[in-house]
């Protein structure tokens, strides 16, 4: 079977920082560059960043540049988002999905990627 599986959330104050996991099973992830999104409740579904099958090339949503980092361990095939200096308009559900084909200025577009993850909660309080 096809799937990602997140983990990393949780709950987390104002300045605090949380790392993500994006683990691909029943597949090479490497074969696939990568996107992190998320959703907040009542609002659409948005990229947040994304990584190519090389993971030599990232881009990032301008709200979170500067402060996410995204990388990936093909040996483990898995693709993490280190999430630093976190504020709570972060606050949201995060999913990763793959894409068999990079193009930079559509990496972070939701339509490009399929086989969904289920998504962790990530929540910025204090």
Same mark, same amino acid.
């Given at each position: 079977?096809?799937?990602?599986?997140?983990?990393g959330?949780?709950?987390?104050q104002?300045?605090?920082?949380?790392?993500?996991?994006?683990?691909?099973?029943?597949?090479?992830?490497?074969?696939?560059?990568?996107?992190?999104?998320?959703?907040?409740?009542? $609002?659409? +579904?948005?990229?947040? /960043?994304?990584? #190519?099958?090389?993971?030599?090339?990232?881009?990032?949503? @301008?709200p979170? $540049?500067? +402060?996410?980092?995204? /990388?990936?361990? #093909?040996?483990?095939?898995?693709v993490?988002?280190?999430? @630093?200096?976190? $504020?709570?308009?972060?606050?949201?559900?995060y999913?990763?999905?793959?894409t068999?084909?990079?193009?930079?200025r559509?990496?972070?577009?939701?339509?490009?990627?399929?086989?969904?993850?289920?998504?962790?909660?990530?929540?910025?309080?204090?």
């Amino acid at each position: 079977q096809l799937q990602f599986v997140e983990s990393g959330g949780g709950l987390v104050q104002p300045g605090g920082s949380l790392r993500l996991s994006c683990v691909a099973s029943g597949f090479r992830s490497d074969y696939y560059a990568i996107g992190w999104f998320r959703q907040a409740p009542g $609002k659409e +579904r948005e990229g947040v /960043s994304c990584i #190519s099958q090389s993971g030599g090339i990232t881009n990032y949503a @301008d709200p979170v $540049k500067g +402060r996410f980092t995204i /990388s990936r361990d #093909s040996a483990k095939n898995t693709v993490y988002l280190q999430m @630093d200096s976190l $504020k709570p308009e972060d606050t949201a559900v995060y999913y990763c999905a793959r894409t068999p084909r990079w193009v930079f200025r559509l990496c972070l577009a939701v339509d490009e990627y399929d086989s969904w993850g289920q998504g962790t909660q990530v929540t910025v309080s204090s």
